[in-house]
């Protein structure tokens, strides 16, 4: 029905009217070749050789997430496509770090690249739920400030990724040689300078960590980088493993002993419960629509910060919902914690629009439809 008016110039749907659950089986399918093939040529998920002394699940967990991505220069134990060119690379590591020194200045890292706020609320707790659904947090303001922590409950409780990807108001980070405590609110070293103009500050509240290795350094004194040469991944492993579970919800509507297996694979790397383990807290894995929602929340927390899910909620037919939400903020001019800690709505240099089932598509050039009067121009334009 999303598209039941696109016809050709006759008439004829131009997308199939009729569902056909049989493009499930063919996913299926591929995926499962795909991991046989990857699986049997050596490839697993990355554990860290800095995580064996790790005292915890959740500590081993965390190494292992954020050294996946920026510890060794080419990941073939888990990559199966990557990029490796450096130019994108270094650019993420100068404008994702945090800032280093101040007043403001475009030298050394210019905090550009941030993790939304959305990305954020998204992780699980350290119990492998969400947070409305762990017994543990459900009563819990997840945006109450928690003086004992001097940070917002929404950062106490939370999974093994989330610690290895984001860094926020007095957490650990570590960046040119050295670990510290992020200090994000204004007038502090990584938070609001209270100058709109000044362009390299978050907009958010957050700084980027996935991406960031602790030898990733600048210096001040002779104006010279040194960036960790690591690949960035198109396509990894883990992906496969929930693709896989995807199209076998989508295909059964359950999930099978395998997928099961391939969603512990996925977390049991990171420190996280088993699958079922973490939703018997919750009366169970849930069904539907429910565990549909639960399997894309699954995907896109273990690929956040790949450029994956724009894709996906276009796949998933979410973007128009998704898309056109105001993003929020902390206060980023609030210098107490009091202040700084109220949910706010970032501040945007323009309007964020996303019509549907318009922005799904991009318009078809006129000087491509003066070459071929047959085409039909795409809906909404």
Known sequence: EFYARFRNNDGTPLMSQTYNPEKWKWALDACQEAITLAEDNGHRLYESPNATAAATAAERGEIN????????????TEYLWAMGDQT???QLQRYGGARLKLPYSTDGFCIN???TFECVEMYYTHNGLPWDRDPETMHIDPYAYNAEKE?????????????????????KYAINGEEFILKCRAGEMQGSVLDASKEYQS???YILKKWIHRQSAFNYDTKSWTYRKYAYPYIRLAELYLSYAEADFEY?????????NYLNLVRRRSGLPDFKDSWALAGGIPTGDELRKVLHRERSIELLMEGMRYHDLRRWKEAGEAMSRRPKAWNLDGRTAA?????STMKESGVRTFES????????PLSEININYNLVQNPGY
Do not use: Q
């Open 65 to 76: 997430y954020h050294d996946c991505f920026v510890e060794p220069l080419w990941n073939t």
């Open 357 to 364: 089932p318009k922005t799904y598509w991009m318009a078809i």
């Open 203 to 205: 907009c958010t509240g």
């Open 252 to 260: 059964n509507g359950s999930l099978s002993d395998a997928s099961l």
């Open 88 to 90: 994108g690379i270094e």
């Open 151 to 171: 940070t917002a409950n929404l950062h106490v409780y939370k999974e093994p990724r989330f610690y290895a990807s984001v860094g926020y108001d007095r957490g």
């Open 339 to 343: 202040d700084f800690y109220r949910v």
């Open 113 to 115: 690249i941030v993790p």
